[in-house]
């Protein structure tokens, strides 16, 4: 099984990564959990990385679009940071599939239905690691 953690917020962008994301996991079982927005995700991924019932992988999809403050700064870098903790921590793969976007237009255009769509990517490499592990 491959756990999907995803956020809530700018949820029609995440809605085509997970879209994108399940495409490329056609023949695997899914469970998704939703948090919030993109600031929760390494929390869950971690507390779903150390679970007794290990999953094959763990997959992370959200969605961070810069606006007029900080703000994005500071949720982008915790959020590459603390996936990219995890999933040196974790015993099974942990990926990041999470856009950090200048503006909507790009967010959109890689959650479009089609073979650039992040969550389509991010579910290969899955599926990849998965087999190298074997």
């Known amino acids: ?3 999907i953690v995803k956020s809530e917020f700018n949820r029609e962008i995440v809605d085509g990564l997970l879209k994108g994301c399940k495409r490329a996991l056609a ?3 899914i469970k998704i959990i939703s948090v919030p927005g993109a600031f929760e995700l390494p929390a869950a991924a ?3 990385s150390i679970q007794s019932n290990l999953p094959e992988a763990v997959i992370t999809l959200g969605c961070v679009i810069k606006g007029d403050t900080d ?6 870098q915790a ?3 603390g996936i ?3 999933s040196v921590q974790s ?3 942990v990926l990041f599939g999470v856009l950090t976007c200048q503006n909507a237009e790009l967010a959109f255009e890689r959650s479009r239905d089609n073979d650039s769509n992040k969550g ?3 579910g290969l490499a899955a599926l990849e690691l998965i087999n190298s592990r074997k």
Do not use: A, G, L, Q
């Open 1 to 3: 099984m491959i756990v």
């Open 27 to 29: 023949e695997k079982e």
């Open 46 to 48: 971690k507390n779903v």
């Open 71 to 76: 703000h994005y700064d500071y949720i982008c």
């Open 79 to 81: 959020v590459t940071n």
């Open 84 to 86: 990219m903790n995890i």
């Open 91 to 93: 015993s099974v793969p």
């Open 120 to 122: 389509y990517e991010v």
